[in-house]
């Protein structure tokens, strides 16, 4: 008899045209046979916690287990709620943790934290990062990397790196989208011909910091802001790009980063949060410390100057260990 899993977490792809890894790794679980419900696609952050809660109760009497995508924002409290009430009709429950400032609210929350992560069936990690900080605080987890269908990624050998830059992130203050704009400034003082591609959507008002910036450095012709793009889309864009820069305060493993690592894009990254658990620094990608322009523009720069398309090389073997047809043993093991 075929298991049925509910998934919680935020089904919002027909919304903001995201794919996500729940719809990634819902499809993939299916495909393998299981029966996967999902909650929840409202929009209103109160209803959407209302339809995950009605969704295990209703559902409680056929389900085998239930994912909770877990992050560290106000969204956490979507899985302290349902992993209580999973508790109380006693269902096996796997926190799958997402937030890069998780570690925060362990500390900062315990009590909540212990609720939820003591009394899972398993905590799933996606990085060696989230790994090592929950079992820190005495929470035993489990590592299985975010996955991608590696087949659906062309590598695309980029034999002379240019300063082309793709940013596919939201516009968001942790992000840090302004310090993209800072890099493409001094980037322009070596080559007056970068341009910068940004993806993704506003998610705090720091869009209008963005543009802002643009104007003040006359950077307008130079930058593209495209919005949202489906994933297909983006991955199509990023063919006419050479560098994949990603600026962020906080972070885990961002599967944005991944799939740019899968595209064979030279990524130059933040040095934070999980970000050294999947970059190694001169070997598959750079890092930097955070919120330093000038750091991240001579990197850059270094790049372009010694062609080094090796970065990109190491990277898409690294993340074809991140292909289904491997991460998959690692759930099956879990869900006997």
């Known amino acids: 008899m075929n298991k049925t ?3 919680i977490g935020n089904d919002l792809t027909k919304s903001t045209r995201y794919t996500t890894t729940m719809d990634t790794l819902s499809y993939l679980l299916c495909d393998t046979g299981y029966i996967i419900c999902k909650s929840s696609s409202k929009q209103n952050k109160v209803l959407r916690l209302l339809d995950m809660c009605i969704a295990v109760v209703h559902l409680r009497n056929k389900l085998d287990y239930v994912f909770i995508d877990t992050y560290s924002t106000s969204n956490f409290y979507y899985a302290l709620f349902t992993s209580q009430l999973c508790r109380f009709f006693k269902l096996k429950y796997l926190p799958i943790l997402h937030g890069g400032n998780l570690p925060y ?3 900062k929350y315990p009590k909540f934290s212990s609720l939820v992560f003591n009394n899972s069936y398993k905590n799933i990690a996606p990085s060696g990062y989230l790994k090592y900080e929950f079992e820190q605080k005495g929470f035993k987890t489990v590592l299985i990397p975010n996955v991608i269908p590696i087949h659906q990624y062309p590598f695309k050998e980029r034999k002379k790196i240019a ?5 596919v992130r939201a516009f968001a203050e942790i992000y840090n989208p302004t310090l993209v704009i800072e890099v493409l400034k001094e980037l322009k003082n070596s080559y007056p011909k970068a341009i910068l ?3 993704g959507p506003d998610k705090d008002g720091t869009l209008e910091d963005v543009k802002q910036l643009i104007n003040k450095y006359h950077l307008n012709e130079s930058v593209e802001i495209t919005g949202v ?3 297909k889309e983006w991955h199509k864009k990023s063919e006419n790009y050479d560098i994949f820069i990603n600026t962020t305060n906080v972070d885990n493993t ?3 980063v991944i799939e740019a690592m899968a595209l064979a894009l030279p990524v130059v990254s933040t040095n934070v949060g999980g970000m050294p658990y ?3 620094h001169n070997e598959d990608g750079v890092l930097v410390e955070k919120n330093n322009p000038s750091a991240m523009t001579t990197e850059i720069c270094k790049i372009v100057e010694e062609n080094k398309y090796s970065l990109a090389i190491n990277a898409r073997k690294k993340v074809e260990n991140f292909d ?3 991460v998959k043993s690692k759930w099956m093991k879990i869900l006997q």
């Open 5 to 7: 899993i509910l998934y």
């Open 105 to 107: 609210r362990l500390k």
């Open 163 to 167: 300063p082309k830059l793709l940013y």
């Open 197 to 199: 591609c940004m993806i």
């Open 229 to 231: 793009l489906s994933k």
């Open 254 to 256: 961002p599967i944005s």
């Open 278 to 280: 999947l970059i190694q």
């Open 324 to 326: 289904w047809n491997i």
